[in-house]
C-alpha cells in the first residue's frame, strides 16, 4: 500500500511540475471544442446509409408504396405525360424550387401493386421554368384522341398560374376510386 | 413544443372526418350512391372546375354558387346535359345524370328550384346526342342574359 501511495504522490507531483493551470484549460477547450465538431465530420454521413437522392422519406421502402419515384415504372405514374418533379428537384407531391404547382390538372387512376387497390391521382404540373429535360415520362394509359378533349393529356396544363412554361408533373394521390371504372 | 406542432394537423384531420361524416348525412335527391358520384366528380370534373368547383377562367366555368341557376332559365336545363364536359364524359347515362343530381347538390343547393325533378338516364342520353362545341359559351351567355334570369 506504502507503494502505492508513493506512486500517485510522484505522479501527482510530476504532473504539477511540468503542467500549467492554463494548459488544463486548453486541454479542456480542446475537447469541447473537438466534440461539438466531430459530428459535422463527413465519417458520420457516410455510417447513416446510402444517398436517397432526393426521394420522399414515406416513397422509400414501404410496402404500400412500392418502387422509386424517379423510375417512369413507378405505379402513381401510369397515366402521366411529363418529366418527373422527383427527377427535378421536387417531389412527387411537390413543385421544386421556383416554380408554381398549377391547380388545374389531369386526373386519373392507377392500381397500387402495394395493396392491389385504384387511386385516383393528381398529375399537377410544376410551371414558371422552362422544361426540366429529366427522366421524360409518357404512359398516359387510358388517354383518349384530341377529340376528346377531356379526356386528352396532349395540352399544356400549366393553367391558371403566372406563368404558361411548363417545368415537370407530380403526382398526388387524392384518394382511393371505390366502386368506380377508371 | 414538437408536440405542440404536431397537434394542428391531427386536429385538422379530426375536423376534416367530421365535416365528412356531416356531410354523408345530407340528401341527395336522383343521386343512388352519392360516393361514387363524388368519385366520378374527381375524375371527371375536379380537374378543370377545382375541387372547391369554383372554375378556370375561359375552360371550365365556376359551379359553385352558379350551376343549379340554369336549372330554372329558359334552356338552361337542356345546356346542362350539352355541355362538352356532362355530353363527353366517359360515363353511362346513369352514372352521369347520378353525377349531374350530385353536382348540382354539392355545389349550388341554393339556386335549386325547390320543385328540382333530378335528371334521369333517358333525358342525359337524349341531351348528350346533341353535345355543344365551341357554341357552349355564347348560348350560356344567352341564358344568363335572358329577363327574367336569377342573378
Known amino acids: 500500500m506504502i507503494d502505492l501511495d508513493r506512486l500517485f504522490e510522484k505522479s501527482t507531483r510530476n504532473i504539477a511540475r511540468r503542467t500549467s493551470r492554463r494548459s488544463l484549460l486548453s486541454l479542456t477547450g480542446k475537447l469541447i471544442a473537438g466534440g461539438l465538431a466531430l459530428p459535422l465530420l463527413p465519417v458520420e454521413r457516410a455510417n447513416a446509409g446510402p444517398p436517397t437522392k432526393g426521394k420522399n422519406a414515406s416513397d422509400t421502402g414501404a410496402p404500400i408504396d412500392p418502387g422509386d419515384p424517379q423510375s417512369c415504372e413507378y405505379w402513381r405514374y401510369c397515366a402521366i405525360d411529363g418529366y418527373l418533379c422527383s427527377c427535378c428537384g421536387g417531389t412527387t407531391s411537390s413543385c421544386p424550387p421556383g416554380t408554381e404547382m398549377s391547380p388545374i390538372t389531369w386526373i386519373g387512376t392507377c392500381i397500387n401493386p402495394g395493396d392491389g387497390r385504384a387511386y385516383i391521382i393528381s398529375y399537377n404540373d410544376c410551371c414558371g421554368r422552362s422544361s426540366c429535360g429529366r427522366c421524360r415520362c409518357n404512359r398516359n394509359e387510358g388517354e383518349r384522341p384530341m377529340v376528346r378533349p377531356q379526356a386528352n393529356n396532349d395540352i399544356n396544363w400549366c393553367l391558371g398560374t403566372q406563368s404558361a412554361a411548363y417545368h415537370c408533373s407530380t403526382a398526388i394521390i387524392l384518394g382511393t376510386a371505390t366502386g368506380s371504372k377508371p | ?151
Open chain 2, 1 to 151: 413544443m414538437r408536440g405542440g406542432r404536431l397537434m394542428l394537423p391531427a386536429l385538422l384531420v379530426l375536423l376534416a372526418s367530421a365535416a365528412a361524416a356531416g356531410g354523408s348525412n345530407i340528401t341527395f335527391i336522383g343521386v343512388a350512391q352519392p360516393e361514387r358520384a363524388r368519385v366520378n366528380w374527381v375524375l371527371k370534373c375536379q380537374g378543370c372546375h377545382r375541387p372547391d368547383g369554383s372554375g378556370s377562367p375561359h375552360t371550365a366555368p365556376a359551379l359553385a354558387g352558379q350551376v343549379a341557376r340554369f336549372v330554372g332559365l329558359p334552356g338552361g336545363r337542356e345546356y346542362l346535359g350539352r355541355v362538352p364536359g356532362v355530353a363527353d364524359a366517359a360515363l353511362d347515362n346513369k352514372e352521369l345524370a347520378e353525377l349531374l343530381n350530385w353536382t348540382l347538390q354539392r355545389f349550388d343547393r341554393g339556386h335549386l328550384p325547390p320543385n328540382f325533378r333530378p335528371y334521369d338516364a333517358a333525358e342525359l342520353a337524349a341531351l348528350r346526342r346533341a353535345p355543344l362545341r365551341t357554341d357552349a359559351s355564347q348560348m350560356r351567355r344567352t341564358i344568363l342574359q335572358a329577363p327574367h334570369a336569377i342573378r
